[in-house]
């Protein structure tokens, strides 16, 4: 705020790569992403002024990126492209720590990340946004009201519907898979698996 742009290098550094992957999820498409993420880094920069302190940097540098986004959907006026997550386009988020280990495990896990981004792509945005930022990025209802802009009680039964939407998705999906018989605990523990 005093000026001195290598103390904005020392922000853009700290949370480029999460607002990177919180942006992929929910707009599914990295080069959207990056164009938002750009955007509201920019943004940012020249509105540092505006910046009050009354919420975290990172929800007040969400907010404008999401809005940047918002704005880039509809002047482009196209669907998102879903992500594909064999090429890993959006960073560290869903490659397995220890890739060597138990193959038939992996592999399994592998499918079920494969699976349960596939239901996630196919939700509505307006359930999918506040689902990724609730369950993915662990923010709270209050959090994802102030970001999305929506008051709390939307926030709140979009996430519920979200979640009954997904829940039904990932049973036809699991169901069509060749992984079979995978219990409701695995639903969930997959969801969790592909933070």
Do not use: C
């Amino acid at each position: 705020m005093a000026g001195r742009t290598e103390a904005f290098d020392q922000l853009v550094l700290k949370y480029q790569d999460r607002l990177y992957r919180t942006l992929v999820r929910i707009l599914g498409s990295s080069d959207d992403a990056r164009d938002a993420a750009q955007e509201g880094f920019t943004q940012a920069f020249f509105k540092l002024n505006t910046f009050r302190g009354t919420a975290a940097f990172y929800s007040w540098l969400f907010r404008i990126a999401f809005n940047a986004a918002i704005t880039q959907k509809r002047k482009q006026k196209r669907s998102a492209t879903p992500i594909d997550p064999q090429e890993n386009q959006s960073g560290q988020w869903l490659e397995d720590p220890h890739p060597d280990q138990h193959p038939p495990d992996v592999a399994e896990r592998t499918e079920r990340k494969q699976i349960v981004h596939q239901a996630l792509n196919e939700l509505q945005e307006e359930y999918r946004t506040p689902l990724i930022l609730r369950e993915l990025e662990g923010l709270s209802y209050g959090e994802i009201a102030e970001l999305t802009d929506v008051p709390l009680g939307t926030v709140r039964s979009r996430i519920f519907r979200g979640r009954n939407e997904l829940k039904q998705k990932l049973n036809t999906l699991f169901q069509e898979a060749p992984l079979a018989r995978v219990s409701e605990s695995d639903h969930e523990s997959s969801i969790s698996e592909s933070k």
